[in-house]
């Protein structure tokens, strides 16, 4: 499951028209593994996107907790 894809993702827009693409081409066949590497490609994206918010909130707090 992933999160909404109508939400900005800056880092993964390339990654989810794949998706969406996929999903076009094969409508059926999605449902039997046709766009399993895109989803992978998508997930792997948000998961270095979540990873990159963890490091920035993390600066911003030690930033904030210093002043």
Same mark, same amino acid.
């Given at each position: 499951?992933?999160?909404?894809?109508?939400?900005?993702?800056?880092l993964c827009q390339?990654?989810?028209?794949?998706?969406?693409?996929?999903?076009?081409? /094969?409508? =059926? %066949?999605?449902?039997?593994? +046709?766009?399993?590497?895109?989803?992978?490609?998508?997930?792997?994206?948000f998961r270095k996107?979540?990873?990159?918010?963890?490091?920035? /909130?993390? =600066? %911003?707090?030690v930033a904030g +907790?210093?002043?």
């Open positions: 499951m992933h999160p909404p894809l109508d939400r900005p993702h800056p390339k990654v989810i028209q794949n998706l969406k693409k996929c999903h076009a081409d /094969n409508p =059926r %066949r999605k449902f039997i593994g +046709a766009c399993n590497e895109a989803k992978r490609a998508l997930d792997e994206c996107e979540k990873e990159e918010k963890r490091r920035q /909130n993390l =600066r %911003r707090s +907790a210093a002043q």
